[in-house]
């Protein structure tokens, strides 16, 4: 387990020929563009990712296009065409050493995510041109819900991840990527936390801490349900049935590979 650039890199690593995704449809893409020699294989290829989805090619291209004299930083959920069309990609644990490696004058475009942009422009106190993207697991939680749960557990450290909004960010202990968060939940004496991010990550803490407390941040509805519905798609009977028939398998033009692989290896240069 591990977060998609982990997984990619894993891939690499491994002599396996055939790699199966538990994963979305852009972690597989970024393993495809990684290790084209291997089969890669998503159990249902409707796992897709609503961030990724919110920058669609051809209105990125032209946007793009308009504010050519930017570099164009996209965060790795994001498609294959969109990684094309950038010059570097990033993590949500890299982006800000990738933005700070830099010069000052340069103008940078940041996508898809507008959160993780936003916050990023704040920490680092740089202006950043923002596409309008998010993820809907991510805008949903609920600053209400938040202050209610902060009374009932008063000891409790917030930890969310970058891609929430900034009224939940304001009030966190702990932000960063979702290993960041693991790391610090392991590492910190507290006993309790309120997590904001995709709950299948508590699964992990909870292992890695069994006396410690993990609370799932409830969304607007009041519902701790903020499970990524693409993420869920993927079941042990689709996985059984994609190694059993090597389908469906991750292709696409070695055209598009090549030039998605320059913002990758450019980000892997500069981290
Ligand atoms: S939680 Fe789901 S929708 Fe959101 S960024 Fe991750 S994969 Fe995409």
Same mark, same amino acid.
């Given at each position: 387990?591990?977060?998609?650039?982990?997984?990619?890199?894993?891939?690499?690593?491994?002599?396996?020929?055939?790699?199966?995704?538990?994963?979305?449809?852009?972690?597989?893409?970024?393993?495809?563009?990684? $290790?084209? %020699? &291997? *089969?890669?294989?998503?159990?249902? !290829? @409707?796992?897709?990712?609503?961030? =990724?989805?919110?920058?669609?090619?051809?209105?990125?291209?032209?946007?793009?296009?308009?504010?050519?004299?930017?570099?164009?930083?996209?965060?790795?959920?994001?498609?294959?065409?969109?990684?094309?069309?950038?010059?570097?990609?990033?993590?949500?644990? $890299?982006? %800000? &050493? *990738?933005?700070?490696?830099?010069? !000052? @004058?340069?103008?940078?475009?940041? =996508?898809?995510?507008?959160?993780?942009?936003?916050?990023?422009?704040?920490?680092?106190?740089?202006?950043?041109?923002?596409?309008?993207?998010?993820?809907?697991?991510?805008?949903?939680?609920?600053?209400?819900?938040?202050?209610?749960?902060?009374?009932?557990?008063? %000891?409790?450290?917030?930890?969310?991840?970058?891609?929430?909004?900034?009224?939940?960010?304001?009030?966190?202990?702990?932000?960063?990527?979702?290993?960041?968060?693991?790391?610090?939940?392991?590492?910190?004496?507290?006993?309790?936390?309120?997590?904001?991010?995709?709950?299948?990550?508590?699964?992990?803490?909870?292992?890695?801490?069994?006396?410690?407390?993990?609370?799932?941040?409830?969304?607007?509805?009041?519902?701790?349900?903020?499970?990524?519905?693409?993420?869920?798609?993927?079941?042990?009977?689709?996985?059984?049935?994609?190694?059993?028939t090597l389908q469906p398998e991750i292709v696409m033009s070695e055209e598009l590979r090549i030039?998605?692989?320059?913002?990758?290896?450019?980000?892997?240069?500069?981290?």
């Amino acid at each position: 387990m591990g977060d998609s650039l982990a997984l990619a890199k894993y891939a690499q690593k491994t002599d396996a020929d055939v790699i199966l995704f538990c994963g979305v449809h852009f972690m597989c893409e970024t393993a495809k563009i990684l $290790n084209p %020699e &291997k *089969i890669v294989l998503l159990p249902d !290829l @409707n796992a897709g990712c609503s961030l =990724a989805d919110s920058a669609p090619e051809n209105e990125f291209r032209k946007w793009t296009t308009k504010y050519s004299d930017h570099t164009v930083i996209s965060y790795i959920n994001c498609s294959a065409e969109i990684k094309a069309m950038s010059d570097i990609i990033c993590t949500s644990s $890299n982006a %800000e &050493k *990738i933005i700070k490696s830099l010069p !000052l @004058n340069e103008k940078i475009i940041f =996508a898809p995510d507008k959160y993780l942009g936003s916050y990023l422009q704040k920490k680092i106190n740089r202006p950043l041109r923002l596409w309008d993207g998010s993820c809907q697991v991510h805008v949903i939680f609920s600053e209400k819900e938040l202050i209610k749960l902060s009374i009932r557990y008063p %000891e409790a450290q917030l930890l969310a991840h970058p891609e929430c909004d900034e009224n939940i960010l304001k009030h966190a202990d702990h932000i960063g990527s979702t290993t960041s968060i693991i790391n610090f939940a392991k590492d910190s004496e507290k006993t309790q936390f309120i997590i904001a991010t995709e709950p299948g990550v508590i699964h992990q803490m909870k292992k890695q801490n069994p006396n410690k407390e993990f609370i799932p941040l409830p969304n607007n509805e009041g519902c701790a349900c903020n499970e990524c519905p693409y993420m869920r798609l993927n079941t042990l009977e689709k996985m059984y049935t994609a190694l059993n028939t090597l389908q469906p398998e991750i292709v696409m033009s070695e055209e598009l590979r090549i030039k998605a692989l320059k913002p990758l290896q450019r980000m892997m240069e500069l981290s």
